[in-house]
């Protein structure tokens, strides 16, 4: 028989086994999704963005909006303009991050002649009725998580790492419990994320993002697919007129901009 000392060494060393191997997974996370970011870290990028809206009848809406970002993640400013159908036409939107934290951001409608700040508790509304929210629309920081790796996953024929991010309350609120990210291995690109929303056991939503294309150097996902699983519906981003690096004007990315009329 093992002596208590014997045995009290061995179940020591085995729960520091457990504990090195949690940390070691979760410093490979956070070290993934670093890397990810080195990689695909332009200065601006812009494209024109074709959208389709279809509800749980099947009824479908189309919408087409321009996208301007300089920075990325953490430091990301991004202004999309709304083009068409005419009811939303001149609809403007602003998100300026924070690094580790929830980025501002405000909604310009035409009709009010002035923007509207997105207040905390509106983070879960619809952005201008696709089944995008508006915490949807920033740019994934993982600083904002505590992210592990979980494991792989075949995606698309794509071996991918998988990593759990749960948001830290220092961040601010979340409308999500946590998001599980497929990230392919190859080229540590995001290819799928599974949003769960607070107290679900099942994803609420599934965001795809498909045709991968090399532009200018850059990996780029040409089409991005929000599916809303309690709704039953889906919006589809169609990426139109891809640049990166193009230099943005000096005050595209303002409040003063986001309430010109017509202005981009």
């Given at each position: 028989m093992f002596s208590r000392k014997v045995l009290l060494s061995v179940i020591v060393a085995t729960f520091s086994t457990i504990i090195c191997?949690?940390?070691a997974w979760g410093a490979d996370a956070r070290a993934l999704l670093r890397e990810s970011e080195?990689?695909?870290r332009t200065k601006t990028q812009q494209y024109a963005g074709e959208l389709t809206v279809v509800n749980k009848d099947g009824k479908v809406r189309r919408k087409g909006w321009k996208s301007f970002r300089e920075g990325y993640a953490g430091d990301a400013r991004n202004l999309i303009r709304f083009t068409d159908p005419p009811e939303v036409k001149g609809v403007g939107f602003l998100s300026l991050a924070k690094p580790g934290k929830n980025p501002d951001q405000w909604l310009y409608l035409p009709s009010m002649k002035r923007e509207r700040r997105i207040a905390t508790q509106d983070r879960d509304a619809?952005?201008?009725g696709t089944d995008f929210n508006y915490e949807d629309?920033?740019?994934f920081d993982h600083e904002k998580y505590k992210v592990a790796l979980q494991g792989e996953k075949t995606i698309d024929g794509q071996p991918c790492y998988v990593i759990v991010a749960t948001?830290?309350?220092s961040a601010g609120k979340s409308v999500y419990e946590k998001?599980?990210?497929y990230l392919r291995k190859?080229?540590?690109?995001?290819l799928r994320e599974d949003l769960y929303l607070k107290g679900d056991r099942q994803p609420g939503k599934l965001f795809f993002l498909s045709d991968l294309q090399n532009v200018d150097g850059h990996w780029v996902a040409r089409k991005w697919e929000m599916h809303d699983l309690k709704k039953g519906s889906r919006t589809t981003v169609l990426l139109k007129e891809v640049a990166f690096d193009r230099p943005q004007a000096a005050n595209r990315f303002t409040l003063q901009n986001l309430n010109r009329e017509g202005g981009d």
């Open positions: 191997t949690g940390l080195n990689r695909h619809s952005f201008v629309m920033e740019e948001p830290l309350e998001k599980v990210l190859d080229i540590l690109y995001l």
